[in-house]
């Protein structure tokens, strides 16, 4: 059930319904959107809050329409979203590359559901190199922000406005079908950043100063190296500003358990399991994963003896730790293809299987 | 201490709702509490369900496949669910629209004609599902009436407002009714 009024005490909420609350909460101006399972209440509570404060809302005719209405909405400075799950992200990936190649801040949430293809409507977490790495042509890079519970939904979506407008790149809330689905109790927040002064680049109309062109061709080979260049400086800046992630119990850990999203919750009951069994068992969560914590694993990687990745996919995560890691460490995975993640129980049993 | 609720039945029997509601009551109650359907393919006249945990501390997944207490609103919810119940746990069986029948020895039932209660107490069978919830509180001891109460105002939206009261009732009969040892 949609809430409707914004009040400073708890609410029971979806995260769908947090994410969309967020967006509206962080001066979100423009949504254009087409439904898709399990991510269609975002636009359900759009179509009616946008018009009522007399904001942009469109049901686009497609996907493809969406995001690049989004594009055009950006460029003008203002706020402006899409949501959509999975293989409907697929058809934004073309746009994508362009949006990061103009630099324009785009705001995506991805509610990941089964694939690859038009796969199935439950939650899985399959999508984690689509978001990190693309599908749009060139070099580029989406941040990505990952929540794990309905609060994060909220937090990070107000976040993601934020680094999209900082950094002028898309970035990308990638949740899962279990946290746009499920309730949990949350609390409401107002916007606490900054608002990113854009003037100097938007497109507000060309009265008295001299016309703005956004585009991403570049047809002198020289000139197309620079802005490489310039944006992977942008790039390298965000991994050393944003870089974000939550650890528990690494200290005196001799394994560690790394896990994005929903996947970590049971992960971390798995871990406190461990321990009560005597096996000393630490988590790390990236929260970013596009800045991903690389530098935080490999310092993990001189202490603990072993690193498992647990992820609802068939081992996407697991190439970036060990990426992080350049063999320091045996990385091992503990998987499972879709649906909600594997149970605690079945962790800790497949944990032991591995040492 | 965690316990895991699941209440199933036919689609527009309103389960997700009372499960909304059983949420809504734990989390007036400061728990810490998750709430997960199933959802997809459900229509009305499916099957459909949803997962209540509720816990002190964080609650240790949101998808049970097991539960301590599970209503169940009709048959085909019966037959799938009784071996999910916990060793132990409890199981609340709409009697109305399932058979009274007792297929396992480690699980305490409680059957009451919920959809028959509330045509003939209510006059409305649309409560069966907060008729359940007083059910529930009485069975499990875990949430109180009142509670529920407060979470009914949480939950039903402004223009449903003047349904309280029939629901509030509902609660109660749920509560009050003399359980049928079967």
């Known amino acids: 059930m949609a809430v409707e009024t914004i009040t400073n005490k708890k609410v029971l909420m979806k995260g769908n319904y947090a994410i969309a609350n967020a967006a509206v909460m962080s001066g979100c101006q423009c949504y254009f959107g087409y439904p898709i399972t399990p991510q269609s209440e975002i636009g359900e509570f759009m179509s009616g809050k946008m018009q009522e404060l007399g904001r942009g809302y469109v049901s686009a005719e497609s996907e493809l329409a969406a995001i690049n209405m989004v594009m055009g909405a950006c460029s003008t400075g203002v706020k402006a979203m899409t949501s959509s799950s999975s293989c409907a992200v697929s058809l934004m990936q073309e746009a994508l590359s362009y949006a990061c190649s103009d630099e324009l801040p785009v705001v995506l949430v991805s509610v990941m559901r089964g694939g690859p293809g038009l796969g199935n409507i439950y939650p899985s977490q399959g999508d984690y190199i689509q978001s990190t790495r693309g599908g749009g042509n060139g070099d580029y890079r989406t941040l990505v922000l990952a929540p794990s519970t309905v609060q994060e939904c909220f937090d990070l979506t107000q976040k993601a406005f934020y680094l999209a407008h900082k950094y002028k790149n898309p970035t990308i809330l990638l949740a899962d079908g279990l946290l746009g689905q499920m309730m949990e109790p949350l609390e409401f927040k107002e916007y606490p950043y900054p608002e990113v002064d854009n003037s100097s680049w938007c497109l507000t109309g060309a009265k008295g100063r001299d016309g703005r062109i956004i585009r991403s061709y570049a047809p002198l080979a020289d000139n197309q190296c620079k802005f490489l260049d310039r944006l992977f400086a942008k790039y390298k800046l965000i991994e050393e500003n944003e870089t974000e992630w939550e650890e528990q119990n690494t200290k005196d850990a001799d394994i560690l358990l790394v896990s994005f999203g929903s996947t970590a919750r049971n992960v971390r009951t798995a871990a406190k399991i461990c321990r009560e069994k005597g096996l000393k068992v630490g988590t790390l969560r990236p929260i970013t994963l596009f800045p991903f914590p690389n530098k935080r694993l490999q310092e993990l990687a001189q202490s603990v003896k072993k690193i498992i990745s647990v992820e609802v996919n068939m081992g996407q995560m697991v190439d970036d730790i060990r990426l992080a890691v350049n063999g320091k460490v045996p990385v091992e995975l503990i998987n499972k293809g879709v649906g909600t993640p594997p149970s605690p129980e079945e962790i800790v049993s497949r944990i032991e299987e591995l040492i | ?182």
């Not at chain 2, 199933?8 to 029997?13: D, E, R, S, V, Y």
């Not at chain 2, 997960?36 to 459900?42: D, H, I, K, L, T």
Request: net charge neutral; hydrophobic share 40%.
């Open chain 2, 1 to 182: 201490m965690e316990k895991d609720f699941i209440i199933a039945g036919f689609g527009g029997q309103g389960v997700l709702l009372a499960g909304e509601v059983l949420a809504n009551g734990f989390m007036l109650d400061n728990k810490q509490v998750t709430w997960y359907p199933s959802y997809g393919a459900e229509m009305r006249g499916g099957t459909v369900n949803c997962t209540v945990v509720c816990a002190d501390e964080e609650v240790s997944a949101v998808q049970k496949s097991t539960a301590d207490c599970i209503v169940v609103l009709n048959q085909a919810s019966f037959d799938r669910f009784t071996s999910h119940v916990k060793k132990g746990g409890t199981i609340i069986v709409n009697s109305s629209l399932a058979k009274i029948e007792k297929l396992r020895n480690d699980i305490n039932y409680v059957f009451a004609p919920i959809t028959d209660l509330a045509q003939e107490k209510l006059g409305n069978i649309k409560m069966s599902n907060i008729l359940a919830l007083g059910i529930v509180s009485k069975v499990s001891k875990i949430i109180s009436t009142q509670t529920l109460e407060k979470a009914l105002e949480n939950v039903i939206p402004a223009h449903r407002k003047h349904l309280i009261p029939k629901n509030i009732e509902a609660l109660k009969l749920g509560y009050e009714y003399d359980l049928l040892p079967v």
